[in-house]
Each structure stands twice: as structure tokens, then as C-alpha cells.
């Protein structure tokens, strides 16, 4: 199956700090989530990127499809930001299901 | 702003006790995803339905697990009997169609003791 590896595993940023995470996969992908999961478990959509660049608020993200990787960007971090980063994709012979990565644990001090 | 429900949030059971957990996904979407999601790991997928079909249960372990969704709107997962290896987040998610986004419930915490 597709293989999804997300890069650092763990980063501890100080507040104000910037950050990027990486998505690397290893097959053509029909789709890209990148989530963020709270504390308590919930996993919130930030973006719906199978390529291109999007923008929301102090986050971006970019998806180059021809090379197989993602980047989330985290601008001005804040202790809000903690928490674990997942990037989830979808290859084109799933039947629409997500794979995802292990995640990048993220956490923001004061 | 509609949202995927899942229900109980919190779920404690004693091992070879049956348990299940209830979703339902955001209004008009035919697609419902169960996934599990081991501590330190991301989110596996257990079953997908297509309306009340099941597209995909190749991950599913039939022995102990069952998923319906018999009219086509809200699911239930079951376990039965539930082994210790269980213990895991169980998470609900949902699609429009396909080009589309998922989006996940709050989903169940499941310990077995």
C-alpha cells in the first residue's frame, strides 16, 4: 500500500515561532488532508489540498503532486497550535479511504 | 455549522463484554467511514459504506467486529466479545462524494479492562 511519512515526528516551538511540516508520499494520490488533533482526540480539517497552495489565517499548505510531497505552514505559532499534525492521503485505487501518517507532535510554550 | 455525532464519547468494559458505538454522519452525505486509531498512531480504516452498502471491510476483524448502516444515514459499530488489543479511539467520518473532504466526529475512547 502507499506509504505516508511525515517529517520532524516531534517539534517544540517557542511562541511567535514558524514552522514547517512535511507530507512525503510514496504513490499518486487522488486526494490530501492535512488534520489537526486536539488534545482530547478530535481531528480537525485544516486543508482539502490534493495540489496547489492554500491559505487560512496564520496556516498554509502546499501540495506538489508530481513530486509526492506536502508542506504545512504554521506562521506566528501560538500555544493554541499544540498538538498532533496529521497529514492523511488518498490513493487513486482505495476507494476513497485515507491512509495517514504518523503524525507530527507539535507543541507551543509560552 | 453540521458536524459528524458520535456516541458515547467515553466507553469503559470489561474483556468478552459486547460494546458499540453509534454515528451519525453530516446530513446528505452517502459515504461513512469507521476508522481506528491506536495511541501514538494515526487513524486506520476498519470499514467503509457507500449509502447502506459496505464498500470496504478488508481491515475489519469479522470474528469480533460488525458494522450496519441499514437505512443509509447512521451507523453502529459493535464488538463482541471485546479483547484487550481493543483498547483504541474509534473514530466516524463522512464524505458527500468522492473529491470531496472528510470530515471526523469527536469519537469514542474505548478502554477494555
Known amino acids: 500500500g502507499i506509504q505516508v511519512e511525515q517529517s520532524p515526528p516531534d517539534l517544540i516551538l517557542q511562541e511567535g515561532a514558524n514552522s514547517t511540516l512535511r507530507c512525503n508520499f510514496s504513490d499518486s494520490v487522488n486526494n490530501l488532508q492535512w488534520f489537526h488533533q486536539n488534545p482530547w482526540g478530535q481531528l480537525i480539517n485544516l486543508f482539502y489540498?490534493?495540489?496547489g497552495t492554500k491559505q487560512n489565517g496564520r496556516l498554509s499548505a502546499t501540495t506538489v503532486a508530481t513530486e509526492r510531497y506536502s508542506l504545512l505552514y504554521i506562521s506566528s505559532s501560538q500555544t493554541t497550535d499544540s498538538g498532533v499534525y496529521f497529514c492523511?492521503?488518498?490513493?487513486?485505487?482505495?476507494?476513497?479511504?485515507?491512509?495517514f501518517g504518523k503524525g507530527t507532535s507539535l507543541l507551543v510554550t509560552p | 455549522e453540521a458536524e459528524v455525532a458520535q456516541s458515547p464519547r467515553y466507553k469503559i468494559t470489561e474483556k468478552s463484554q459486547a460494546v458499540a458505538f453509534w454515528c451519525d454522519p453530516i446530513?446528505?452525505?452517502?459515504?461513512l467511514y469507521w476508522y481506528r486509531q491506536i495511541l501514538g498512531q494515526g487513524p486506520e480504516l476498519l470499514v467503509q459504506f457507500q449509502d447502506e452498502s459496505v464498500v470496504d471491510d478488508s481491515q475489519l476483524p469479522k470474528d469480533r467486529f460488525s458494522a450496519e448502516r441499514l437505512k443509509g444515514v447512521d451507523s453502529t459499530l459493535k464488538i463482541q466479545p471485546a479483547e484487550l488489543g481493543d483498547s483504541a479511539m474509534y473514530l466516524c467520518a463522512s464524505r458527500k462524494s468522492s473529491y470531496n473532504e472528510q470530515f471526523f466526529g469527536p469519537g469514542t475512547r474505548l478502554t477494555v479492562l
Open positions: 492523511a492521503v488518498e490513493p487513486w485505487d482505495s476507494g476513497y479511504a485515507l491512509n
Open positions: 489540498i490534493p495540489s
Open positions: 446530513s446528505g452525505h452517502a459515504t
